[in-house]
T-cell receptor, first 117, second 114 residues
């Protein structure tokens, strides 16, 4: 079974631009969660999508948005990029069927490393 | 609100030594779940173990073992006879019963020297 894939792996943007990152979950998985990893703030939850609907959201500004397609692939978008958005963005896929994360394992992709200049 | 603390930022050991990574958590929920993930240099987080708050039984899996103590809110991870391939950042994480998100600690960079 193929793992979680994320594209692109590396990205360089300038302040004010917008960026779209893509995540393809493991086949059969319907839940995709996004996390941001920075040296200062560590790993922080952005949002979760299940069956094309945002099911859960972290504490990030509205510049961070996402969507999920019918094939469970997900994209996240960051508009008006700031220097502080430089980070490793990780997505995780899971079946999505459980009520909590104990009953299903989240599998993470390799991440997209975004550098904002 | 929940919180996970990994006080050890970096640990360096020589191959074959045992090493314990500490994790202390805070939560008001009585039902919660604890996890350990490993992040090698390639970047992806690799799931190692999960525990629910009602199961304090410690576990051993090969060279890995975990010690969960509710009385001290700790969920420590020990690698026995460490190997160079164990070098990675290790994250402890918490998920409350009603949430489908992980709250991570700041991670511990483990370096195993040959």
């Amino acid at each position: 079974k193929a793992g979680v894939t994320q594209t692109p792996r590396y990205l360089i943007k300038t302040r004010g631009q917008q960026v779209t990152l893509s995540c393809s979950p493991i086949s059969g998985h319907r839940s995709v969660s996004w996390y941001q990893q920075t040296p200062g703030q560590g790993l922080q939850f952005l949002f979760e999508y299940f069956s094309e609907t945002q099911r859960n959201k972290g504490n990030f500004p509205g510049r961070f948005s996402g969507r999920q397609f019918s094939n469970s692939r997900s994209e996240m978008n960051v508009s008006t990029l700031e220097l502080g958005d430089s980070a490793l963005y990780l997505c995780a896929s899971s079946s999505g069927q459980g009520n909590n994360l104990f009953t299903e394992t989240q599998y993470f992709g390799p991440g997209t490393r975004l550098l904002v200049l | 609100a929940q919180k996970v603390t990994q006080a050890q930022t970096e640990i360096s050991v020589v191959e074959k030594e045992d090493v314990t990574l500490d994790c202390v958590y805070e939560t008001r929920d009585t039902t919660y779940y604890l996890f350990w993930y490993k992040q090698p240099p390639s970047g992806e987080l690799v799931f190692l173990i999960r525990r629910n708050s009602f199961d304090e039984q410690n576990e051993i899996s090969g060279r890995y073992s975990w010690n969960f103590q509710k009385s001290t809110s700790s969920f420590n991870f020990t690698i026995t006879a460490s190997q160079v391939v164990d070098s990675a950042v290790y994250f402890c994480a918490l998920s409350e019963s009603s949430a489908r998100q992980l709250t991570f600690g700041s991670g511990t960079q483990l370096t195993v020297l040959p």
